[in-house]
């Protein structure tokens, strides 16, 4: 069974900068999607990032591009994201997700292109 966990969330003022990490456990290959969500208060989860199996699909909701990175380390089963330039709308619970196979391009940005997920990580913009 995959177990994803998230760390890095906290609270930071805007124009801030964080680094979640999502380390999967579990897992025997690399072959492998992930990607990032949140969910603000009151508003449905939406898609942030995702990284496909080959490191070269990579896609971003167009509300973080240009700020937000994400990158993977397949030697420690583990994403990140790279959060610069924060702004109070970033303020959200963010969930990493993976995928049982070998999932690329345009269909990342589904939720039900994944089939597990961490518990989430509290990220707080605030002044």
């Known amino acids: 069974q995959v177990q994803l966990v998230e760390s890095g969330g906290g609270l930071v003022q805007p124009g801030e900068s964080l680094r979640l990490s999502c380390a999967a456990s579990g897992r025997t290959s690399s072959n492998y999607a992930m990607g990032w969500f949140r969910q603000a208060s009151g508003k449905e989860r939406e898609f942030v990032a995702a990284?496909?199996?080959?490191?070269?699909?990579?896609s971003y909701a167009d509300s973080v591009k240009g700020r937000f990175t994400i990158s993977r380390d397949n030697s420690k089963n583990t994403v990140y994201l790279q959060m610069n330039s924060l702004k109070r709308e970033d303020t959200a619970v963010y969930y990493c997700?993976?995928?049982?196979?070998?999932?690329?391009?345009?269909?990342?940005?589904?939720?039900?292109?994944?089939?597990?997920w961490g518990q989430g990580t509290q990220v707080t913009v605030s002044s």
């Open positions: 990284i496909g199996s080959s490191d070269l699909s990579i």
């Open positions: 997700a993976t995928t049982r196979a070998a999932k690329y391009g345009s269909i990342l940005v589904r939720d039900s292109s994944y089939d597990y």
